[in-house]
């Protein structure tokens, strides 16, 4: 059998590819990599796969040997041909050429679980790096019937989309994926893995939906605006960012419900766990 990287150096020359740098479009060729994603995602026949992103298609193969459908979402017109000529004898395989961003991710999974043979959605992608914050946030926020997510990003992200709420390298959004999700780190990727190569290493990361939130605020999105409001100035103390901002009446206000939650006053928000949060979220 043919390498992954001759596979795909066949496919570009044929189909005359250039890699679209504005599209992110770094092209997997290790093997190994494409192995740990498929096995890290444990897919059946009973799993619908949302793969955001196939270009040439080098992942689509392996997960449509796997599940018991694949819907691909391509914003690359290039890109639809070749998935086309390679897998349309699938009859498990559909492709929608169009920004993930705009795509009603929600209706189809509610459409393709009730048709009956589909039990989880797993979302597995190679994401372009440029929009890994927006797709993550859509693919949490929107709370789809999903089961998990594996996805190769950016390693710098990465860590800091599964540090611990209250530990180092942190931000706003490692909350986010901390209250939805339980999350685990796969696989460190070298850059020599693509064509071209990122400037960057990568990481494969799983993160599993939750059954129920990490905590149960009384108003989730105003406890989400505080933690976005807390980092928006890191240097700052929690104190002076929820003030400056807007989200303390005044600073008498804002030292009272630290005092309150035996928090002291110079608190920075990376000190802080999700629940603190949710703390001083159901206090004001
Ligand atoms: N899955 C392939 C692989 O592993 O070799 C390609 C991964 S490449 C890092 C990212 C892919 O996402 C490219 O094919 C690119 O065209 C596509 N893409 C970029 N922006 C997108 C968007 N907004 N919606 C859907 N796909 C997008």
Redesign the pocket.
């Known amino acids: 059998m043919e390498s992954i990287l001759e596979e ?1 150096k066949f496919i570009i020359k044929k189909y005359n590819i250039k890699a ?1 740098k504005s ?7 290790n093997e190994e990599v ?1 192995n740990k994603i498929v096995e890290a995602s444990q897919i059946t026949e009973q799993d619908l796969v949302i ?10 193969k392996s997960l449509l040997e796997k599940a018991g459908k694949v819907i691909c ?4 017109s290039k ?1 639809l041909n070749i998935l086309e000529d390679r897998f349309s004898l699938y009859n498990n395989f559909e492709l929608i050429n ?6 009603d991710l929600k209706n189809i999974i509610k459409s393709e679980k009730k048709k009956g043979q589909i039990k989880n959605v797993k979302i597995v ?7 890994t914050t927006p ?1 993550i946030m859509k693919l949490l926020e929107e709370e789809l019937d999903l089961e998990s997510i594996t996805v ?1 990003i950016q390693k710098e992200v990465a860590d800091r989309l599964i540090a611990i709420p209250g530990g180092k390298n942190t931000g706003a959004i490692t909350y986010s994926v901390y209250y939805y999700t339980t999350s685990e780190s796969i696989l460190e990727v070298p850059n020599s893995s ?1 064509i071209p190569e ?1 400037e960057v290493t990568s990481k494969v990361i799983k993160l599993n939906i939750r059954k129920v939130p990490a905590v149960n605020p009384k108003d989730k999105d105003k406890m989400f605006k505080i933690i976005k409001n807390a980092f928006m100035q890191k240097r700052k103390t929690l104190l002076n960012s929820l003030t400056n901002n807007g989200i303390f009446k005044d600073k008498q206000q804002g030292i009272n419900i630290l005092h309150g939650l035996n928090m002291k006053e110079n608190i920075r928000p990376e000190e802080l766990s999700l629940e603190d949060f949710q703390k001083i979220s159901d206090n004001l």
């Open positions: 795909t679209n599209l992110g479009q770094n092209f997997l060729i494409v793969e955001i992103g196939p270009g040439l298609g080098t992942l689509t979402i391509e914003l690359d890109m169009n920004d993930v961003l705009k795509v992608a190679n994401l372009p790096y440029y929009i797709i190769m693509f990122p």
